[in-house]
């Protein structure tokens, strides 16, 4: 599988955050994870966290 190329990571002043625009994970078991819209690094970290438990 050939990774996805890397676009720059914007960070928002107004919030003091990392955030991304889209965000497409497979996880080690198969599963899926696709988010799209404005999504903070920090809560897109938990929710991976949370699914791995």
Known sequence: MT???AAPIPFNPST???T???VDIT???GRR???EGATA???IVAMV???AR
């Open 49 to 51: 966290e949370g699914l």
């Open 41 to 43: 690094l920090s809560a």
């Open 16 to 18: 003091g955050s990392v």
């Open 27 to 29: 996880l080690s078991d």
């Open 3 to 5: 990774p996805a190329p």
């Open 33 to 35: 994870i696709l988010l």
């Open 20 to 22: 991304a625009q889209r």
